[in-house]
C-alpha cells in the first residue's frame, strides 16, 4: 500500500514539474494572432503624433472616404489593426492622440462603460451589426473608420473583450479573441 501511494505522489509531482515547465516555454505551438488568445492589457498610450506620421494607419483622402493600408506586419498576421499573442503586441494603434479619425465632439455622450475590462471580462456578442451590436443589455457602436475590421466578425456569438482607449476620447477597443483584431467601438448605453 505504502509503494503504490509513493508511485501516486511521484507521478502527481512528474506532472506538476512538466505543467510548470510547458507554462515556461513560447506559445509556438498556438497561433501568433488570434486563436482564442486574449491580451494581458490594452496598449500602452501612443506618442503624439498626427495621422500622417504614422505610415501603417489608415488616412482619409480628400474625399472623406478611408483608405486602408495594410496591418500586416508579418506573412499570416491580418491586414487590420491586431494583437500579438506572444507579447501582447498591440499592432496599428499609434496613430495618436491628434487623429482625426477618431475625434468625438461630445465623448462619453452616453455614459461610460463600467462592466469590467481586459481578459477577466470576456463577453459573448447577442446581436446586431457594425452599426449598433450588443451583450449583456449594453449597445456600442464601431467607428465608421474601422468597418473593414469587423467584416467577418460574427454578432451572434464572437466572443468579445472590452479595453479602454488611452489615446482617443469617447472611444474603446473591442477585441475579438476568434480574430485577434481590434475595433474603435463607442458606448452607447443599456
Same mark, same amino acid.
Given at each position: ?6 508511485? !501516486?505522489?511521484?507521478? /502527481? ?25 486574449? #491580451?494581458?492589457? @490594452?496598449?500602452? *498610450?501612443?506618442?503624439?503624433?498626427? #495621422? ?5 494607419? !489608415? ?16 506573412? @499570416?498576421?491580418?491586414?487590420?489593426? $491586431? ?19 477618431? &475625434?468625438?465632439? &461630445? *465623448? ?35 467607428? /465608421? %473608420?474601422?468597418? %473593414? ?18 489615446? $482617443?476620447? @469617447? ?10 483584431? %481590434?475595433?474603435?467601438?463607442? %458606448?452607447? @448605453?443599456?
Amino acid at each position: 500500500m505504502k509503494k503504490m501511494i509513493g508511485l !501516486a505522489v511521484l507521478v /502527481s509531482a512528474i506532472g506538476f514539474a512538466q505543467d510548470r515547465q510547458r507554462e515556461r516555454q513560447p506559445r509556438g505551438s498556438q497561433p501568433q494572432v488570434g486563436g482564442g488568445y486574449v #491580451p494581458a492589457h @490594452g496598449p500602452a *498610450p501612443s506618442r503624439d503624433q498626427t #495621422p500622417t506620421q504614422n505610415r501603417n494607419a !489608415a488616412r482619409v483622402e480628400q474625399n472623406g472616404r478611408a483608405e486602408n493600408r495594410s496591418l500586416q506586419d508579418k506573412l @499570416g498576421h491580418p491586414e487590420a489593426p $491586431h494583437v500579438h499573442a506572444r507579447n501582447d503586441q498591440w499592432i496599428g494603434h499609434n496613430s495618436g492622440r491628434n487623429d482625426a479619425r477618431y &475625434q468625438v465632439e &461630445q *465623448p462619453w455622450s452616453r455614459g461610460r462603460f463600467t462592466g469590467g475590462f481586459g481578459r477577466e471580462h470576456v463577453f459573448v456578442l447577442s446581436g446586431g451589426n457594425r452599426e449598433r451590436f450588443w451583450f449583456n443589455d449594453v449597445y456600442w457602436s464601431v467607428a /465608421s %473608420y474601422d468597418y %473593414y475590421i469587423v467584416a467577418d466578425w460574427n454578432w451572434s456569438g464572437d466572443r468579445m473583450v472590452i479595453y479602454e482607449d488611452p489615446d $482617443h476620447e @469617447g472611444w474603446y477597443l473591442a477585441y475579438n479573441p476568434r480574430f485577434g483584431t %481590434y475595433a474603435h467601438v463607442e %458606448y452607447q @448605453g443599456r
